[in-house]
């Protein structure tokens, strides 16, 4: 788990007390309560992994104990093991073992608590049921240091708390920005994590237009990084705004074959001693023109229209050479006119 969370005093401590106190104390489990947040920041409570994990705890015993504080109401608040709490409850047993703390006064150190032994007896916060979990723990934090009244760099903070770099609290960040439809296409691989941090900055129906064509287009074949970043980039960097599913993939379609055409047409710009490689050219001019939209393959078109000129009036050791560069160029622009 992360640095900081781990060394704080309060889950020191309690780590300490986990490994000496070997007699925990048996509650009734109707005298427990869930803590409220439980849920949203952890997952992993729905019927399927608390029946996995009932079955366990069937064939091999419960192990260990639970971590209560003690309500001095005759109730007390689970912190850490609300799942076996379920799973015990499923089995149809009356009580748990259960470690019991005092009810920390300070609201902070409640919260610290909560992640700190959550992440503490799961061993990471990577270890998580999945990403959006992880990113409504950094969420946590942060609003945990600001009560503690925090003013420095939070990005920087919050990566050393997690033990993580500050690139990754930005990217799990981004995900509390995405659609719901996005985040359950992230949880079950459909979309990278990167990928959906990346659409993060885009209104709902734009996020969601994007996954609509993920989704139809994955129907031939699982797409790349690349290919998604590409769909992404068309209407982030173009302010794209396809009519329907079928335009957007005919549209994408096309530029996915400029792309493939550009490693072609790379090596006769590389031997033709051009200044720079096609897609470097192609980056630098496909800036919109007024209202209207410059596609990729009438950039390419425009830039190998010209290309005979330029080889011809450059000398090569070979006049051989020139000419098989020629004959290829044009061989290209007639491939690219055709699309």
């Not at 073992?97 to 959550?118: D, H, K, M």
């Amino acid at each position: 788990m992360g640095r900081l969370l781990k060394d704080t005093a309060q889950i020191k401590e309690l780590g300490a007390k986990i490994q000496q106190d070997n007699i925990p104390k048996m509650i009734m489990l109707n005298k427990l309560v869930e803590h409220e947040d439980n849920e949203y920041l952890f997952g992993g409570n729905d019927d399927d992994a608390i029946k996995n994990l009932a079955m366990g705890i069937e064939k091999e015993g419960f192990k260990g104990a639970i971590l209560v504080w003690d309500l001095k109401n005759g109730q007390y608040k689970i912190f850490s093991g609300h799942r076996r709490k379920r799973a015990m409850e499923s089995l149809k047993k009356d009580s748990i073992p259960c470690f019991v703390y005092p009810y920390p006064e300070s609201e902070t150190q409640r919260r610290r608590l909560l992640l700190g032994a959550n992440i503490y007896t799961r061993g990471s916060i990577d270890a998580a049921v999945s990403h959006i979990y992880i990113s409504r723990q950094i969420k946590y934090l942060r609003e945990t240091l600001k009560m503690e009244g925090f003013s420095g760099n939070y990005k920087r903070r919050l990566a050393e708390e997690f033990g993580t770099s500050e690139s990754k609290i930005q990217r799990y960040e981004a995900l509390l920005n995405c659609s719901e439809r996005i985040l359950k296409a992230e949880d079950e691989g459909l979309i990278p994590m990167a990928q959906a941090a990346s659409i993060s900055v885009l209104p709902e129906d734009k996020q969601n237009s994007i996954l609509d064509a993920v989704i139809k287009l994955s129907e031939g074949g699982t797409l790349s990084r690349e290919e998604i970043q590409e769909l992404i980039n068309m209407v982030k960097n173009d302010d794209y705004k396809p009519e329907n599913t079928e335009e957007f993939i005919e549209e994408f379609k096309k530029q996915i074959q400029t792309v493939n055409n550009a490693s072609l047409i790379n090596d006769v710009f590389y031997k033709a001693g051009m200044e720079e490689p096609a897609e470097a050219k192609l980056k630098k001019a496909s800036e919109n023109k007024g209202n209207k939209r410059t596609t990729g393959f009438e950039l390419y078109c425009k830039e190998i229209d010209s290309m005979t000129f330029k080889i011809k009036s450059k000398p090569l050791k070979d006049d051989e050479q020139k000419k098989e560069l020629i004959k290829k160029v044009n061989n290209l622009l007639k491939i690219l006119k055709s699309k």
